[in-house]
């Protein structure tokens, strides 16, 4: 296991050609997948043709970035996984974080702690300017997640989403923290 972040709870280590049961069973849950998809699971076909295969060129093209499979040390389950990439229109040095936690793992404070994680590296050892974070401004349980994380409200937007999703209306709310801000908080 080529482990990336230890955490006290957690291990964020490089996805793996079979971690294709695991996205699969994680994106089978409506309720995991309800901002993004209103709750459509992922075919497994597309987990094995799109997600692994570019899970696996991050760390090639643009190694300390990428996906990151989460597992829980005390039981060994895969909980999900984190994102710390370049955001689609941003520098490179301003990645954007994400997350998609198992529903067993909500409301235990695993995506903050994962999410600090992936902050903290980024600023002391990846050279990263800032940090960004977006989703559906309906979205109260992510919008905590990237409070508690210590970003803050920069905006309120309208993106084009394929899937209509109830309150997809009120847009989405971009989040960020710089390497000042984060340097202030610490």
């Known amino acids: 296991m080529n482990v990336f972040i230890e955490t006290e709870r957690l291990i964020l280590r490089e996805f793996a050609a079979d971690d294709v049961d695991n996205l699969v069973e994680l994106d089978s849950d409506p309720q995991v997948v309800h901002f993004i998809t209103?709750?459509?699971?992922?075919p497994r076909e597309?987990?094995?043709r799109d997600y692994i295969?570019?899970?696996?060129?991050?760390?090639?093209?643009?190694?300390g970035f990428g996906f990151w499979a989460v597992v829980e040390k005390s039981s060994g389950e895969?909980?999900?996984?984190?994102?710390?990439?370049?955001?689609e229109g941003h520098p490179a040095d301003e990645p954007e974080l994400g997350y998609r936690l198992r529903r067993s793992a909500w409301g235990k404070g695993y995506?903050?702690?994962g999410s600090r994680a992936l902050i903290d590296r980024g600023?002391?050892?990846?050279?990263?300017?800032?940090v960004l974070a977006e989703t559906m401004a309906v979205h109260t349980a992510s919008?905590?997640?990237?409070?508690?994380?210590g970003l803050r409200l920069l905006r309120t937007f309208h993106a084009d989403w394929p899937v209509h999703i109830p309150g997809d209306?009120?847009?989405?709310?971009?989040?960020?923290?710089?390497?000042?801000?984060?340097?202030?908080?610490?």
Do not use: C, I
């Open 38 to 42: 209103n709750g459509e699971p992922t």
């Open 46 to 48: 597309e987990v094995e």
């Open 53 to 63: 295969p570019a899970y696996l060129d991050y760390y090639r093209r643009t190694p």
């Open 78 to 87: 895969f909980l999900g996984w984190f994102h710390f990439r370049p955001g």
């Open 111 to 113: 995506a903050v702690e």
């Open 123 to 130: 600023f002391a050892d990846l050279g990263v300017t800032r």
């Open 143 to 149: 919008r905590r997640v990237m409070e508690k994380s």
């Open 169 to 186: 209306e009120y847009g989405d709310v971009e989040y960020g923290l710089t390497y000042g801000e984060w340097r202030a908080q610490r």
